[in-house]
């Protein structure tokens, strides 16, 4: 990165997650030691009217890609989707890039696990699975957001 740095996209938005899947392929021995994922993951954003938006991503062995905005949450076809309002992603988010990455209560698997503030759906029960095997490797690719925040200047 230049010395000015880069200013990360915003939150939530196909850019975004296309950063964090970017920053996959120059961190490779932070997903390596983590073991291989195959996974279809969907985020479904609520905003405060009501209005869901979804983002993807694919976890494929090593590599992980972003679908980027799905204009069609079933022409994704995700085995599992994770679900909160706006609110809640907003300060996960920001909890990492102030602390470089997840507090213990800002986690994945700690804003999921009963169900709230974000719940995992899948019609079928791997796929609800796959969210939770792979945890690690999904809370390392969204604490990476702490390295996207770098304000220009």
Not at 58 to 78: H, K, N, Q, T
Request: charged share 25%.
């Amino acid at each position: 990165m230049s010395d000015t740095g880069t200013v990360a996209p915003d939150f939530p938005s196909g850019k975004w997650f296309d950063a964090l899947a970017e920053d996959v392929s120059h961190h490779p021995e932070d997903y390596e030691r983590l073991g291989f994922a195959d996974c279809r993951l969907a985020l479904e954003v609520i905003g405060e009217s009501g209005q869901a938006r979804w983002f993807g991503l694919v976890m494929d062995g090593y590599d992980i890609r972003s679908e980027g905005e799905l204009a069609d949450l079933d022409s994704f076809g995700p085995d599992v989707v994770l679900s909160g309002p706006k609110a809640v992603w907003d300060e996960m988010v920001d909890n990492i890039v102030v602390h470089g990455g997840a507090d213990r209560s800002h986690t994945l698997n700690a804003l999921s696990i009963a169900g709230f503030p974000l719940q995992t759906r899948s019609e079928d029960p791997m796929g609800r699975d796959k969210f939770y095997r792979y945890a690690e490797t999904l809370q390392t690719l969204f604490d990476s957001a702490g390295r996207l925040a770098i304000v220009a200047g």
